[in-house]
Protein backbone atom coordinates (compact mmCIF):
# COMPACT_ATOMS: atom_id res chain seq x y z
CA UNK A 1 0.00 0.00 0.00
CA UNK A 2 2.96 2.40 1.28
CA UNK A 3 6.49 2.87 -0.39
CA UNK A 4 8.19 4.53 2.30
CA UNK A 5 11.84 5.96 1.10
CA UNK A 6 13.59 3.26 3.49
CA UNK A 7 13.16 -0.60 3.81
CA UNK A 8 9.93 -1.29 5.97
CA UNK A 9 9.70 -3.38 9.01
CA UNK A 10 8.55 -6.80 8.05
CA UNK A 11 4.96 -7.94 8.26
CA UNK A 12 5.76 -9.37 11.88
CA UNK A 13 7.35 -6.13 12.88
CA UNK A 14 4.46 -4.03 12.22
CA UNK A 15 1.60 -6.38 13.52
CA UNK A 16 4.01 -5.93 17.04
CA UNK A 17 4.70 -2.63 16.38
CA UNK A 18 0.66 -1.73 15.69
CA UNK A 19 -0.03 -3.84 19.16
CA UNK A 20 2.50 -2.06 21.14
CA UNK A 21 0.73 1.14 19.91
CA UNK A 22 -2.58 0.39 21.13
CA UNK A 23 -1.75 -0.46 24.83
CA UNK A 24 -1.56 3.28 25.61
CA UNK A 25 -2.27 6.31 24.01
CA UNK A 26 -0.69 9.81 24.65
CA UNK A 27 -1.68 13.28 23.43
CA UNK A 28 1.10 13.98 20.98
CA UNK A 29 0.12 10.58 18.97
CA UNK A 30 -3.71 10.87 19.41
CA UNK A 31 -2.89 14.71 17.73
CA UNK A 32 -0.77 13.01 14.97
CA UNK A 33 -3.24 10.45 14.27
CA UNK A 34 -6.13 12.95 13.49
CA UNK A 35 -4.11 15.46 12.11
CA UNK A 36 -3.22 13.25 9.23
CA UNK A 37 -3.01 9.10 9.53
CA UNK A 38 -0.36 8.77 6.84
CA UNK A 39 2.14 10.71 8.79
CA UNK A 40 1.13 8.55 12.13
CA UNK A 41 2.31 5.74 9.56
CA UNK A 42 5.79 6.68 8.92
CA UNK A 43 6.12 8.73 12.56
CA UNK A 44 4.59 5.90 15.03
CA UNK A 45 4.55 2.74 12.91
CA UNK A 46 7.55 2.64 10.19
CA UNK A 47 9.86 5.35 13.07
CA UNK A 48 10.96 7.36 9.75
CA UNK A 49 13.89 9.45 11.38
CA UNK A 50 14.01 12.84 9.72
CA UNK A 51 16.02 16.05 9.93
CA UNK A 52 14.22 18.11 12.50
CA UNK A 53 12.91 21.51 11.39
CA UNK A 54 14.53 24.80 13.33
CA UNK A 55 11.44 25.76 14.66
CA UNK A 56 10.74 22.62 16.40
CA UNK A 57 14.72 22.53 17.98
CA UNK A 58 13.80 26.02 19.16
CA UNK A 59 10.77 24.85 20.63
CA UNK A 60 12.78 22.17 22.06
CA UNK A 61 15.38 23.90 23.77
CA UNK A 62 12.99 26.94 25.37
CA UNK A 63 11.50 24.11 27.00
CA UNK A 64 14.48 22.75 28.45
CA UNK A 65 15.09 26.44 29.31
CA UNK A 66 11.31 26.41 31.14
CA UNK A 67 11.64 23.69 32.62
CA UNK A 68 15.38 24.33 34.50
CA UNK A 69 13.35 27.74 35.69
CA UNK A 70 10.64 25.76 37.15
CA UNK A 71 12.64 23.11 38.83
CA UNK A 72 14.64 26.02 40.48
CA UNK A 73 11.28 27.44 41.87
CA UNK A 74 10.21 24.14 42.76
CA UNK A 75 13.84 23.46 44.74
CA UNK A 76 13.65 27.05 46.03
CA UNK A 77 16.99 27.68 44.13
CA UNK A 78 17.30 31.22 43.32
CA UNK A 79 17.37 31.04 39.43
CA UNK A 80 19.22 34.11 37.86
CA UNK A 81 18.38 35.28 34.08
CA UNK A 82 22.41 35.23 33.39
CA UNK A 83 22.50 31.15 34.67
CA UNK A 84 18.68 30.84 32.43
CA UNK A 85 21.12 32.26 29.41
CA UNK A 86 23.89 30.07 29.88
CA UNK A 87 21.49 27.10 30.15
CA UNK A 88 20.14 27.61 26.75
CA UNK A 89 23.42 28.38 25.23
CA UNK A 90 24.92 24.63 26.65
CA UNK A 91 21.46 23.12 25.76
CA UNK A 92 21.80 24.86 22.41
CA UNK A 93 25.22 23.23 21.65
CA UNK A 94 24.82 19.85 22.99
CA UNK A 95 21.59 18.44 22.00
CA UNK A 96 23.10 18.90 18.44
CA UNK A 97 25.26 16.29 19.62
CA UNK A 98 22.97 13.31 18.33
CA UNK A 99 20.31 15.23 16.07
CA UNK A 100 20.06 16.72 12.72
CA UNK A 101 19.32 19.76 12.12
CA UNK A 102 17.98 21.42 8.77
CA UNK A 103 19.41 25.13 9.68
CA UNK A 104 19.60 26.19 5.89
CA UNK A 105 22.06 28.80 7.17
CA UNK A 106 19.90 30.60 10.17
CA UNK A 107 21.21 28.78 12.90
CA UNK A 108 22.83 32.17 14.75
CA UNK A 109 19.05 33.80 13.74
CA UNK A 110 17.34 31.12 15.06
CA UNK A 111 19.18 31.02 18.14
CA UNK A 112 18.84 34.65 18.87
CA UNK A 113 15.17 34.23 17.97
CA UNK A 114 15.18 31.73 21.03
CA UNK A 115 16.70 33.67 23.41
CA UNK A 116 14.86 36.37 22.56
CA UNK A 117 11.79 34.60 23.33
CA UNK A 118 12.80 33.55 26.51
CA UNK A 119 13.77 37.19 27.59
CA UNK A 120 10.98 38.32 26.94
CA UNK A 121 8.90 35.26 28.68
CA UNK A 122 10.73 35.81 31.95
CA UNK A 123 9.98 39.58 31.88
CA UNK A 124 6.37 39.04 31.54
CA UNK A 125 5.42 35.93 33.17
CA UNK A 126 2.20 35.81 35.55
CA UNK A 127 4.12 33.86 37.34
CA UNK A 128 6.35 35.36 40.41
CA UNK A 129 9.38 34.03 41.25
CA UNK A 130 8.51 33.15 44.60
CA UNK A 131 5.24 30.68 43.37
CA UNK A 132 5.91 27.19 44.49
CA UNK A 133 4.64 24.98 41.55
CA UNK A 134 2.43 21.58 42.19
CA UNK A 135 4.79 20.01 39.78
CA UNK A 136 7.50 19.81 37.50
CA UNK A 137 7.77 17.66 34.23
CA UNK A 138 5.70 15.17 35.85
CA UNK A 139 4.69 11.90 34.05
CA UNK A 140 1.32 10.46 34.74
CA UNK A 141 -0.82 7.87 33.46
CA UNK A 142 -4.52 7.34 33.78
CA UNK A 143 -5.86 3.73 33.17
CA UNK A 144 -9.41 3.89 30.78
CA UNK A 145 -9.97 0.11 30.72
CA UNK A 146 -13.07 0.65 31.97
CA UNK A 147 -14.20 2.78 29.20
CA UNK A 148 -12.82 -0.36 27.18
CA UNK A 149 -9.63 2.54 26.26
CA UNK A 150 -5.87 1.78 26.45
CA UNK A 151 -4.05 3.62 29.56
CA UNK A 152 -3.47 7.19 28.72
CA UNK A 153 -0.08 8.09 29.18
CA UNK A 154 1.52 11.74 29.25
CA UNK A 155 4.17 14.36 30.92
CA UNK A 156 3.00 17.54 31.92
CA UNK A 157 4.82 20.71 32.13
CA UNK A 158 3.69 22.24 35.18
CA UNK A 159 1.06 22.34 37.47
CA UNK A 160 1.20 26.01 39.56
CA UNK A 161 -0.22 26.13 43.25
CA UNK A 162 -3.77 25.33 43.03
CA UNK A 163 -4.02 22.51 40.14
CA UNK A 164 -3.00 24.85 37.64
CA UNK A 165 -1.97 22.96 34.47
CA UNK A 166 0.38 24.67 32.29
CA UNK A 167 1.23 23.87 28.68
CA UNK A 168 4.35 25.58 27.13
CA UNK A 169 3.90 26.06 23.47
CA UNK A 170 6.32 28.22 21.14
CA UNK A 171 4.32 29.44 17.84
CA UNK A 172 5.25 32.05 14.86
CA UNK A 173 1.49 33.39 15.02
CA UNK A 174 -0.76 35.09 17.73
CA UNK A 175 -3.38 32.53 18.97
CA UNK A 176 -6.95 33.87 19.41
CA UNK A 177 -8.65 31.78 23.12
CA UNK A 178 -10.77 30.10 20.27
CA UNK A 179 -8.62 28.60 18.11
CA UNK A 180 -5.81 27.53 21.19
CA UNK A 181 -8.77 26.07 22.97
CA UNK A 182 -9.75 23.88 19.76
CA UNK A 183 -6.24 22.84 18.45
CA UNK A 184 -5.31 21.49 21.56
CA UNK A 185 -8.37 20.40 23.30
CA UNK A 186 -7.90 16.84 22.81
CA UNK A 187 -4.16 17.36 24.84
CA UNK A 188 -5.40 19.74 27.46
CA UNK A 189 -8.52 16.58 28.34
CA UNK A 190 -5.72 14.01 28.06
CA UNK A 191 -3.87 16.00 30.95
CA UNK A 192 -7.18 17.00 32.56
CA UNK A 193 -8.18 13.01 32.67
CA UNK A 194 -4.31 12.23 34.07
CA UNK A 195 -4.53 15.02 36.42
CA UNK A 196 -7.46 13.72 38.12
CA UNK A 197 -6.58 10.55 38.46
CA UNK A 198 -2.92 11.17 40.00
CA UNK A 199 -4.30 13.53 42.38
CA UNK A 200 -7.99 12.46 43.05
CA UNK A 201 -8.87 16.29 42.99
CA UNK A 202 -10.25 18.29 39.50
CA UNK A 203 -7.68 20.64 38.15
CA UNK A 204 -8.69 24.54 38.93
CA UNK A 205 -8.11 25.35 35.39
CA UNK A 206 -5.83 25.10 32.44
CA UNK A 207 -3.70 27.77 31.12
CA UNK A 208 -1.57 27.97 27.45
CA UNK A 209 1.26 29.83 27.61
CA UNK A 210 2.36 30.78 24.07
CA UNK A 211 5.68 32.52 23.13
CA UNK A 212 5.45 34.19 19.93
CA UNK A 213 7.70 34.54 17.52
CA UNK A 214 7.41 38.28 16.52
CA UNK A 215 9.47 40.49 15.14
CA UNK A 216 8.67 42.13 18.91
CA UNK A 217 8.10 38.74 20.85
CA UNK A 218 5.57 38.28 23.02
CA UNK A 219 3.54 36.20 25.59
CA UNK A 220 -0.07 35.15 25.07
CA UNK A 221 -1.49 33.19 28.46
CA UNK A 222 -4.58 31.43 27.25
CA UNK A 223 -6.77 30.41 30.35
CA UNK A 224 -9.53 27.28 30.36
CA UNK A 225 -11.37 26.30 32.48
CA UNK A 226 -11.70 22.81 33.76
CA UNK A 227 -12.20 20.11 31.46
CA UNK A 228 -16.46 19.71 30.89
CA UNK A 229 -17.65 16.35 30.63
CA UNK A 230 -18.64 17.18 26.40
CA UNK A 231 -15.16 17.41 26.12
CA UNK A 232 -14.07 13.92 27.83
CA UNK A 233 -17.11 12.56 25.39
CA UNK A 234 -15.10 14.19 22.64
CA UNK A 235 -11.38 12.92 24.19
CA UNK A 236 -12.75 9.22 24.84
CA UNK A 237 -14.68 8.84 21.30
CA UNK A 238 -11.87 10.20 19.35
CA UNK A 239 -9.69 7.71 21.29
CA UNK A 240 -12.21 4.61 20.39
CA UNK A 241 -11.89 6.10 16.39
CA UNK A 242 -7.70 6.13 17.30
CA UNK A 243 -7.71 2.33 18.47
CA UNK A 244 -10.20 0.87 15.86
CA UNK A 245 -8.35 2.70 12.93
CA UNK A 246 -5.52 1.29 14.54
CA UNK A 247 -7.03 -2.72 14.14
CA UNK A 248 -8.16 -2.16 10.09
CA UNK A 249 -4.62 -0.92 9.46
CA UNK A 250 -6.66 2.86 8.25
CA UNK A 251 -3.30 4.84 7.18
CA UNK A 252 -5.12 6.78 4.22
CA UNK A 253 -3.18 10.36 4.00
CA UNK A 254 -5.40 13.62 5.48
CA UNK A 255 -4.31 16.28 2.66
CA UNK A 256 -4.52 20.06 4.18
CA UNK A 257 -2.50 23.21 5.08
CA UNK A 258 -0.55 21.05 7.68
CA UNK A 259 1.67 19.30 4.81
CA UNK A 260 3.44 22.49 3.84
CA UNK A 261 5.51 21.80 7.40
CA UNK A 262 5.44 17.85 7.06
CA UNK A 263 8.44 16.19 6.96
CA UNK A 264 7.21 13.15 5.22
CA UNK A 265 6.20 15.36 1.88
CA UNK A 266 7.94 13.20 -0.43
CA UNK A 267 6.82 9.93 1.07
CA UNK A 268 3.09 10.83 1.31
CA UNK A 269 3.73 11.63 -2.52
CA UNK A 270 4.66 8.06 -3.09
CA UNK A 271 1.60 6.52 -1.47
CA UNK A 272 -0.45 4.92 -3.50
Known sequence: MIAPAVAPPSQSGIKDRLDVLQETVSASRLNCWQQCRLKFWFRYVLRL????????????IVHSVLQSWNLGRWRYRSVNLEALKQTFHENWKEEQVEAVINWQGEEEAERTTGWALLETYFRDTPITLDEKPEAVEV???????EHGLPKLIGVIDLVRAGGRIVDFKTAS?????????HLHEAQTSCY?????ESTGRKETGIELHHLVKLKK????VTPLEPM?????????KGIESYVAGLDR??????PGLHCQSCEFWNECRRWS
Do not use: W
Open 249 to 254: EDFVPS
Open 192 to 196: AIMYR
Open 228 to 236: TDNQQTRLF
Open 217 to 220: PKIV
Open 49 to 60: VKPSAPALYVGS
Open 139 to 145: SVEADLS
Open 173 to 181: QTPTVKKAQ
